[in-house]
């Protein structure tokens, strides 16, 4: 929802840039909390590829054209809350599969954004507690999105300095609607939470893919 609302006020690549910042936060502060917790057997694996996946996915962004990017990532934004994903990979996965999948993570994260959701089939063939899950795939978040950070600012060339105040505020209000998120989330069941992101996020996938698809044209 973040980078979908991002995308509606900034350009596309800058905003998943900027989205990458604001996950980088949000992550870190969940590996401080439980580092403990953390299998890092498992992100070791996973931050091996992952680095050179975004070094490539940062030279192929750089030939693409941005219309068609936000409008795949509109498309992709609907699929993730209407599609429903396995709830458990039914293959074979072993700790060493997250090597390849930290390079795949890299690639198309810089071309997509939004690869968390796909991942958790593959964290869940981990068989861990709950507490671990979460750290584990934080920390293998945080440095994925360290990592787009480095390959926007580097490979593609942007520059976010120039969206450094609105980054600062991104995070404060990140921080802040955990804070207010705390006596709500008390009173509102997952169901309901369930239908009000997914009228959110159907609203904000829409427009993205519209006016992508209305930008890629007016190219023609």
């Known amino acids: 929802m973040i980078l979908g609302g991002l995308m509606m006020f900034f350009p596309t690549a800058e905003s998943l840039a900027m989205h990458g910042v604001v996950q980088s936060v949000s992550n870190g502060t969940r590996v401080l909390f439980w580092w403990k917790s953390v299998h890092w057997d498992v992100v070791w694996r996973y931050t091996l590829l992952l680095i050179p996946g975004a070094f490539i996915g940062g030279l192929l962004f750089n030939y693409l054209n941005l219309h068609l990017v936000e409008a795949a990532l509109g498309a992709l934004i609907l699929t993730v809350v209407w599609v429903p994903l396995p709830k458990r990979f039914g293959g074979t996965f072993t700790k060493n599969g ?26 869940d063939k981990l068989n861990i507690k709950r507490e671990q899950m979460v750290s584990t795939k934080s920390a293998c978040q945080l440095i994925l999105h360290l990592a787009r950070i480095g390959s926007y600012a580097g490979v593609v060339g942007l520059d976010l300095e120039k969206y450094g105040v609105e980054m600062v505020l991104m995070v404060i209000a990140a921080v802040l609607g955990i804070w207010l998120s705390r006596p709500v989330s008390h009173r509102i069941t997952d169901r309901q939470l369930d239908f009000i992101l997914k009228i959110l996020l159907t609203i904000i996938g829409s427009k993205n893919l519209l006016t992508g698809l209305v930008g890629y044209s007016g190219n023609l």
């Open 98 to 123: 997250f090597i390849w999948l930290g390079l795949l993570s890299g690639f198309f994260s810089m071309l997509a954004g939004v690869v968390g959701p796909l991942l958790n089939p593959f964290f």
